[in-house]
């Protein structure tokens, strides 16, 4: 489904992956760990054709994506961005946000017909957001924001979804039901999941494998149960271990 085979990539003077190599099988929910700037979010943008490679191939969905990614396959990668502040003013209420999924099928200028409403409303309510449909996207909740971002994201009705720390910034409550809903969407939509996250716990009982990244390489990855050694977290994170989500 996914092949990286050693992957370079750098922002002008900053090495970003320094030789990656990753596959995931289809139906795979894989789970990508690390301190800060180890090169998580760079691997979702190579998946997601984003990336600009200095060295390696990436491969998705049978296609080499190393001149960008065409657009009838960028449709089938569902991508959930981090979310950062979003302006309470924003003239766009969750119901039209999801619709926004829907563009990347439809084309620009087609307007949304009863099967695309019929999507959307689907969503909403698979991901517990039916009855907030009509709010402002910016009056929304962190938690409830994140969730109308991913489905958004499956309203392209996608092969494979790409999640970027889809917890970040919420309560322990809040976090827990995410990543409870991305592991529900994921076996239910028959998904092939790739999540950057600081979940380690909730990963480590969700996710089919763990993989652990440190300045722009692999360290570690394989089952949760044999990457998530105490002495392996140490190293991994340094002081850092003790804000990551884990003990
Ligand atoms: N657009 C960019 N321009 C310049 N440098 C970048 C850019 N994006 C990322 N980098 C650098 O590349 C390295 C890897 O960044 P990346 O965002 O992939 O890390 P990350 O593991 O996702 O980090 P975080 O957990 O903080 O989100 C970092 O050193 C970062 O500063």
């Known amino acids: 489904m996914i092949t990286i085979n050693n992957a370079v990539v750098s922002y002008r003077e900053d090495v970003a992956l320094r030789g990656v190599s990753l596959s995931v099988k289809k139906g795979e929910l894989v789970g990508i760990i690390g301190p800060n700037g180890a090169g998580k979010t760079t691997i979702l943008t190579l998946v997601n054709g984003l990336g600009k490679l200095l060295k390696g191939q990436v491969q998705v969905l049978g296609c080499m994506l190393n001149n960008g990614c065409p657009s009838y396959l960028r449709r089938r990668i569902g991508y959930v961005p981090q979310i950062h502040n979003i302006d309470p003013r924003m003239p766009v209420n969750a119901r039209e946000v999801v619709m926004m999924g829907r563009y990347g099928r439809l084309g620009l200028l087609r307007r949304p017909g009863i099967l695309d409403r019929q999507v959307v409303e689907s ?117 850092e271990n003790r804000v990551v989500n884990y003990f």
């Open 123 to 239: 969503l909403l309510s698979l991901v517990g957001m039916s009855h907030l449909a009509t709010r402002p996207i910016g009056h929304l909740s962190g938690g409830e924001q994140q969730r109308v971002a991913i489905a958004r994201a499956l309203a392209q009705e996608p092969d494979i979804l790409l999640l970027d720390e889809p917890t970040t910034g919420l309560d322990r409550r809040a976090r827990v039901e995410i990543m409870a809903l991305v592991n529900e969407i994921h076996r239910s939509r028959n998904l092939t999941t790739l999540m950057v996250t600081h979940e380690l716990k909730t990963a480590s009982a969700i996710c089919n494998r763990l993989v652990l990244m440190k300045e722009g390489r692999i360290w570690s990855q394989g089952k949760p149960e044999d990457v998530l050694q105490e002495e392996v977290l140490d190293l991994l994170y340094g002081d």
